[in-house]
């Protein structure tokens, strides 16, 4: 058995004593020279410490008060009121959200049919607003902009304008439009725009 020296275990201890200064470097920087704290390593969101769930989630962040106490080893204070995470805000008290559906603004001609096919999806557009946002006031209003063929499609539409809708509701509303059947416009190719109202109604 050789007793020689072994240049693994003398790597192995300096790693330990670099890790250990490293350790004691970062402490004294952010108790003494504040300035110090911007170099790594350094928390970008607590400066002093975090606490955590032992599940990878951050509960708050440590005070300062805290820290040094961690540090020399002494108890650390009790949290007061002010430390304990907030409860999440109750959700806003909204009234049941209703729409009407229509008019279909035709730029010439006639799409005697649209409004009545149009009318058909409806359900959807109210799923678009209540799963994107909901209303952002009272009443909105989302203006959908398509172009109608011989075969009676609605192609190319997009939101022309929105109101207190989010832009993925107005957008969500304008894919349940395009390619709808809307019926036979009696020109080769005629512009429409369908407008689709919402409001809140006390429940």
Known sequence: MSHGFDP???????GTIVTLALVGWTASARADDPGKANRYPYDPVCSW????????ML????????AEALLAGKPAPAPTASDQP???PSPPTEGKLTMEVGPVQVDSGTLPQALTKLKVPSDRYLECVERNGGLGKEDG??????LV???????GAVVKTRRAVSEKAAACIADVVDRRFVGHPDVPIVGATLVVKFSKVAQ
Do not use: S, Y
């Open 141 to 146: 209003e989302v203006q959908v902009r398509f």
């Open 59 to 66: 509960v708050r962040c440590m005070k300062q008060g805290e």
């Open 86 to 88: 907030e409860p999440p």
């Open 149 to 155: 063929r011989e075969r009676g499609r609605a192609e």
């Open 49 to 56: 410490g975090r606490i955590a769930d032992g599940r990878g």
């Open 8 to 14: 693994r275990l003398a790597l192995a201890g300096l």
